[in-house]
């Protein structure tokens, strides 16, 4: 036989290490063993009393709750006293009553309790069965056997009003009306007593003469009274039960109300199997809330904070802040779990009664309870393939329900032929599609097709009576399957027929393997029986040394191949930890005891067991769950964290295991050990996602990290080259094959010279007889690349003109100048052929002169300065230029002189005066056009606003101008300060500023 289930094949496959365990430890159980039979808060403080003595008490509106220890809890002694009510006044003071009479009491908020002797023996030793404190002083009481009792002076002298004659559940008071309910008997008919006199006389009442109904919670409130009783009774009356209305079946007919909370506006009734109704108070329009809670409300009751607070049987203490709809545990209840299952390391998942499913993501830190159905069904089996998708079943009906989110929502389907009154104890999948759900007789369920649909199955040779609690499937034919009286059950064609040998006499719990030699199984009486020839014969199943008193009802193994055995404490009533979970290191042989945590008040009955991949889990009554995690591998941590990087980034891997492996993958796969070995750093180049596990020696492996780096790439720029054509020395290159550019800088001799957008670049900036070198660099926002570096000579000057001379006569001006000698003794500028000379006037070149001429005529300039220089050309390139020379021009006369530049003239005067009594104050803006045409002159205050608009006009060739009289548009005249003016034609705009002065 092939072994070929999932798990187990991936952990042999993948991991290569041995796991090191940390302990037991308790991941979760009871907080309060007991059944709560009554709630009541005062301010913050909320008060649950119920069996056994337990006393649960809040002083956070009910988040968390403590033990209190009262004289019902008698530890030392071994008595505890059931308590069935309990009543406070304020904060400090308060009252519980229970079994044999017992009412305790407390002066200081439940700090500590005094027992009051006296009401059991003047009224009964009877179980008290509600308490009403009207004052501090004044109580009333009633108790089983039907007496209605009463203390003015705060318990020390009781008095009997009534003597109902039977057993009585409730009483309440409204000034002088006390109205008490309880249980019809074949002696005494009536359910309701009522005295309006404050006690003094009693009348009694049957409520329901037909049915005799069980009446189990008065209220009064505001001239109405409520009374909740069996077969989902609600009676209201507003004449304390003059007259009433009775309404049955409000929100169930089976169900038995158990308490009534009253306010102003929204009022509501609790009962067993979680029902809930609400209504507006003085109304009779019952509307059944639904919930997520199943089981029997005994209290209900509004917190501090106006939220929902309830108790009930099983530990149940709840909280709800949606009023009713959805409730929290605020204790972990006492549910037995049944039957536990993994989807992965960290997501386990149990089940038991009552229709839930209990979820933890984190191994076992926190829980979340997640209903499946609406029905209280008991769930005995659970089964989940992966973390998401799984399987829930039990005494259903033949209902298998399963999720594919993890709990969060099921579909249903129903395996007819199934009764109601029979189980499926387990589920067992072969692999991902096939997979069997085991239990009642010789039927179990079938399914190829990953749980989608449940095919009825018979098996030849296994008795209808039979139960088969486990079953183990190598492979879809050959199976065991175990039952009552030490019979086991094998199968080699699927279950179609079966053979059966014993293994002891006494009802077989379950079976596993962690192999396909070597087993366990184990029974009810306390036996262990290991094979390690596969199992298939009686005589193959040897029987361990070592037994227990008591069951034993579970077993598994780890994934170092050691087995572990889980079932009832051997300790006197199963309260402590001997045997609970015991442990062998030879295949079934020997064993031994593990140790594990006491648990707090709850008896240790653990009734299963599995490993979640290295981490050992058993669970049970109580809800009590143990843990024995196996040591986790760090998480690596992947260095620098994913970005955005430019063209590269370096990644370095590490963990803070001593000693662990780290593998890798960057293709966005799942990481395991037969991924990369990170050795060395590594380098990224393109946009991946790199994901990273850690394995080492006796841990688990690491959860698995994961970064995205992002590539943004940019390429250098290509065929850089430079090139000197006497005067021009041009940089050139081709842009980046890959990436987007938002500018080039040039370096020359590894200095920064200019940023451009173009792929060239001018130097005016050189020297003639110089080497130099040229690279770019490419830019972008994430960082840069640079090209190759070029080289350029720059041809050595051999000749300068010089000895400039300048005159203006009018408007025309005259250069002059010489060629000087220059560069080697004895050379002149006739070595060079001598093409002319470039005139440059403002650093403009204007004209170029024929040959050795070295004169040049400058005509019809405009007023303004000028600067000139003449710069010899020979065919090889040019020479020297000569010095600079400056010359004004001031002639200001438009008829006699034409304008070639459009140009400002500045404002005068400059700063300008105006005076409040001079209409003539002011300054004129002045301004040269080349050309005549529109022109538009604003002028602007220092915050950039506009002050005065000259209307655009056509304008004349020459000097023109305009007045401004220091006043805006509104005419309006404007203080002190600097102002612009603006001067715009179709081609320029000039911005000058002024000075005004008052």
Avoid at 56 to 69: K, L
Avoid at 138 to 156: A, C, Q, R
């Amino acid at each position: 036989m092939i072994l070929v289930m999932k798990k187990i094949i991936y952990l042999l496959s993948v991991v290569f290490w041995t796991t090191t365990l940390s302990g037991w430890e308790i991941s979760r159980q009871c907080g309060f063993p007991v059944n709560f039979y009554s709630l009541d808060t005062v301010g913050n403080h909320v008060w649950a009393v119920g069996s056994s003595g337990g006393v649960a008490h809040s002083s956070d509106n009910g988040e968390t709750y403590e033990f209190v220890n009262t004289p019902a809890f008698d530890l030392e002694n071994d008595i505890y006293r059931d308590l069935n009510c309990v009543d406070f006044i304020n904060e400090n003071i308060g009252l519980i009553g229970g079994y044999d009479g017992l009412l305790i009491k407390t002066e200081n908020g439940g700090v500590s309790w005094t027992e009051i002797t006296s009401y059991s023996d003047q009224v009964s030793a009877e179980s008290i069965k509600s308490i009403c404190m009207i004052s501090q002083n004044k109580w009333l009481s009633v108790n089983f056997d039907g007496k209605i009792s009463e203390t003015n002076d705060s318990g020390n002298n009781w008095t009997v009003l009534y003597d109902a004659g039977t057993q009585l559940t409730d009483i309440t008071a409204a000034d002088s009306v006390y109205i008490a309910v309880g249980i019809a008997s074949d002696d005494v008919a009536e359910n309701l007593f009522k005295s309006e006199d404050g006690g003094v006389t009693w009348t009694s009442h049957n409520l329901d003469p037909e049915n005799d109904l069980d009446l189990y919670v008065a209220e009064i409130y505001d001239g109405h009274a409520y009374i909740g009783g069996e077969n989902g009774t609600i009676i209201h009356s507003t004449d304390f039960f003059a007259n009433y209305n009775i309404v049955s079946s409000a929100g169930s007919e089976d169900c038995k109300y158990r308490d009534i909370l009253l306010t102003d506006d929204l009022c509501y009734a609790a009962g067993w199997d979680g029902k809930l109704l609400g209504f507006s108070f003085g109304s009779e329009d019952y509307i059944s809330i639904q919930n997520n809670y199943m089981q029997k409300f005994e209290g209900i009751d509004f917190n501090g904070n106006g939220e929902l607070v309830g108790c009930g049987w099983y530990g149940n203490i709840l909280k709800s802040i949606d009023g009713g709809n959805f409730w929290t545990e605020q204790s972990v209840p006492y549910n037995a779990l049944y039957s536990g299952d993994y989807g992965d390391e960290e997501t386990w998942y149990f089940v038991g009664y009552y229709s839930y499913l209990i979820k933890t993501s984190d191994r076992g830190n926190s829980f979340e309870v997640l209903p499946v159905s609406d029905l209280n069904e008991k769930f005995t089996a659970v089964k989940f393939l992966d973390k998401d998708t799984g399987f829930v079943s039990g005494k259903t009906g033949g209902k298998i329900y399963k999720t594919s989110d993890g709990g969060q929502s099921w579909s249903v389907s129903t395996v007819e032929g199934i009764s109601s009154s029979k189980y499926f104890y387990h589920f067992f999948f072969v692999n991902d599609s096939v997979g069997v759900a085991m239990g009642p007789g010789n039927k179990f369920a079938k399914t190829t097709d990953a749980g989608e649909t449940w095919t009825l199955c018979s098996g030849e040779n296994i008795g209808g009576s039979e139960r088969l609690y486990k079953s183990f499937w190598f492979d879809e034919n050959n199976a065991l399957a175990v039952s009552k009286s030490g019979k086991v059950f094998k199968t080699s064609d699927g279950g179609s027929v079966w053979e059966m040998f014993t293994a002891g006499d006494s009802k077989i719990y379950d079976i596993h393997f962690k192999d396909q030699d070597h087993g366990v199984l184990v029974n009810k009486d306390g036996e262990i029986y290991y094979t390690t020839s596969g199992g298939l014969t009686a005589e193959s199943w040897i029987q361990a040394e070592e037994e227990t008193s008591e069951e034993i009802r579970g077993v598994t193994s780890d994934l170092d191949g050691n087995f572990f055995v889980a079932g009832y404490s051997s300790a006197p009533n199963n309260c402590g930890t001997e045997n609970v979970i015991m442990k062998s290191t030879d295949n079934g042989a020997t064993w031994t005891s593990e140790t594990l945590p006491e648990l707090t008040f709850n008896k240790n009955r653990a009734l299963g067991i599995f490993c979640a991949e290295g981490n050992i889990i058993s669970y049970g009554s109580n809800n009590v769950i143990y843990r024995n995690l196996a040591d986790i591998c760090a998480t690596p941590v992947i260095n620098p964290p994913g970005n955005d990087f430019f063209n590269v980034a370096e990644v370095y891997l590490n963990c803070q295991t001593p000693d662990a492996e780290i593998f890798y993958t960057l293709d966005g796969s799942d990481p395991d050990a037969s991924s990369i070995l990170y050795e060395s750093p590594f380098e990224i180049t393109d946009t991946v996602t790199v994901k990273a596990i850690a394995y080492a020696e006796g841990f688990l492996p690491s959860d698995i990290a994961e970064e995205t780096y992002n590539i943004i790439k940019l390429s250098k720029p290509l065929n850089m080259n430079a090139n000197f054509s006497d005067p021009v020395l041009t940089v050139a290159w081709d842009a980046p094959e890959i990436g987007t550019v938002n500018q080039y800088e040039i370096f020359r001799n590894g200095e920064f010279l200019a940023s451009v957008t173009s792929t060239s670049y001018q130097d005016t900036t050189y020297s003639y007889g110089n080497n130099y070198d040229y690279f770019t660099r490419a830019v972008n926002d994430m960082g840069y690349t640079v090209s190759d570096t070029v080289s350029v000579t720059t041809d050595e000057v051999t000749a300068n003109a010089g000895n400039l001379v300048i005159q203006a006569e009018g408007n025309n001006v005259t250069l002059t100048w010489e060629m000087l000698r220059y560069g080697n003794v004895g050379s002149n500028y006739r070595d060079r052929l001598l093409t002319g000379f470039k005139i440059f006037r403002n650093s403009q070149n204007i004209a170029q002169t024929e040959n050795d001429v070295l004169t040049y005529l400058d005509a019809d300039l405009p007023n303004g300065t000028y600067s000139y220089y003449a710069v010899p050309v020979f065919e090889t390139g040019k020479g020297g230029a000569t010095e600079t020379e400056e010359i004004e021009i001031n002639i200001y006369d438009n008829e006699n002189y034409p304008v070639f530049e459009t140009r400002p003239l500045g404002s005068r005067p400059n700063p300008f005066v105006i005076e409040n009594s001079s209409r003539d104050s002011g300054t004129e803006i002045l301004f040269e056009l080349a050309e005549k045409q529109k022109t538009e002159i604003t002028v602007y205050n220092v915050k950039g606003q506009v002050v005065k608009n000259f209307a655009p006009e056509i304008y004349e060739k020459g000097k023109n101008g305009v007045f401004w009289n220091g006043k805006d548009n509104q005419n309006k005249l404007q203080s002190s300060g600097i102002y612009f003016y603006r001067i715009k034609t179709k081609e320029k705009l000039f911005i000058r500023k002024m000075l005004l002065m008052k």
